[in-house]
């Protein structure tokens, strides 16, 4: 599949349809046993998927969990059109529920800069919920800008441009079964 956009396109799969469902289960097995103690039918863990990128990931791995769960979204931006943050985050969309004295999971598409998910730290934690986790599908730790923790990760990949899995570029290539590399063509339009 080639898909030439703006001197871009889809490269080699990174991380293939049977890894990402060996990802979720492992994922989730971690995630229920740390939280089986801590959450119950009355006050059930909450997963805040940030969207647009987080919406397959989310509703796998919450689908996978063996605790109670609830879901809110959150809509943040720092990329726009861009392949690079800008690391100025801007909130689209808050959370409709109450998030104090709740266990919250942030579930994040994949970790960059970790400028985003610093100020989602802080931004939770100013409300007063019981604990904050976060988990990613992907992390780039190359690319780290600020020492944010991240509790659980799916996989490290390393410092590529990636789409599908929910993972876009300018909103596009999100419901590719795997995760693809956008690559950049060579100037006599071929891919180096």
Request: charged letters at 25%; proline letters at 4%.
């Amino acid at each position: 599949m080639d898909d030439k956009i703006s001197g871009m396109h889809l490269g080699s799969c990174l991380v293939g349809e049977d890894e990402i469902t060996e990802i979720v289960e492992r994922l989730a097995r971690e995630i229920s046993g740390h939280y089986e103690s801590l959450v119950s039918e009355e006050n059930p863990l909450l997963l805040v998927g940030i969207l647009k990128g987080a919406v397959v990931f989310l509703s796998d791995l919450a689908r996978a969990l063996d605790v109670p769960v609830s879901l809110d979204f959150m809509a943040v931006s720092s990329y726009g059109a861009s392949t690079d943050s800008s690391g100025v985050v801007r909130i689209l969309h808050d959370l409709d529920t109450p998030i104090e004295d709740r266990h919250v999971l942030i579930v994040e598409d994949i970790v960059d800069t970790g400028l985003t998910l610093q100020y989602l730290r802080e931004h939770f934690s100013a409300r007063g919920p019981a604990s904050i986790g976060v988990v990613a599908f992907l992390d780039k730790p190359d690319r780290r800008a600020v020492d944010v923790a991240v509790e659980y990760v799916g996989r490290s990949i390393p410092d590529e441009f990636v789409v599908g899995y929910g993972l876009d570029w300018n909103q596009r290539h999100r419901a590719l079964p795997c995760v693809r590399v956008i690559e950049e063509m060579s100037s006599e339009g071929e891919n180096g």
